[in-house]
Nanobody, 124 residues
Framework: VQLVESGGGLVHRGDSLRLSCATSGLAMRYYHMGWFRQAPGKEREGVSCISDADHETITTIDADSVKGRFTISRDNAKNTVDLQMDSLKPEDTAVYYC???????????????WGQGTQVTVSS
């Protein structure tokens, strides 16, 4: 299984970036997908997540700090999940990680995978 992030970079306050996560080796439609980030000296935190595609309704959840600015989306045909980031702020500076997980049995065991991360730096 591989998750490979791309699209990070150095931008200015107010700019936009679009991160993409390409997955291989897993049936992505059955996985909940998410973006997390970790800033220097801080714990990894959830940014946005999107439910698996095995249900009629797709649900997204965004952290309060990014609501209205970031949008997560998935393309199950291409096995990719994107994060559109608008109105970027210096406090959005972090390494962004792609995550895939699903519950694999009734006991709640999970299959979970992480990408290597992509750096996003927002200057003021």
């Amino acid at each position: 299984v591989q998750l490979v992030e791309s699209g990070g970079g150095l931008v200015h306050r107010g700019d936009s970036l679009r991160l993409s996560c390409a997955t291989s080796g897993l049936a992505m439609r059955y996985y909940h997908m998410g973006w997390f980030r970790q800033a220097p000296g801080k714990e990894r935190e959830g940014v946005s997540c999107i439910s698996d595609a095995d249900h009629e309704t797709i649900t997204t959840i965004d952290a309060d700090s990014v609501k209205g600015r970031f949008t997560i989306s998935r393309d199950n045909a291409k096995n990719t999940v994107d994060l559109q980031m608008d109105s970027l702020k210096p406090e959005d500076t972090a390494v962004y990680y792609c995550n895939a997980y699903r519950v694999v049995n009734v006991e709640g065991a999970r299959a979970e995978y992480w990408g290597q991360g992509t750096q996003v730096t927002v200057s003021s």
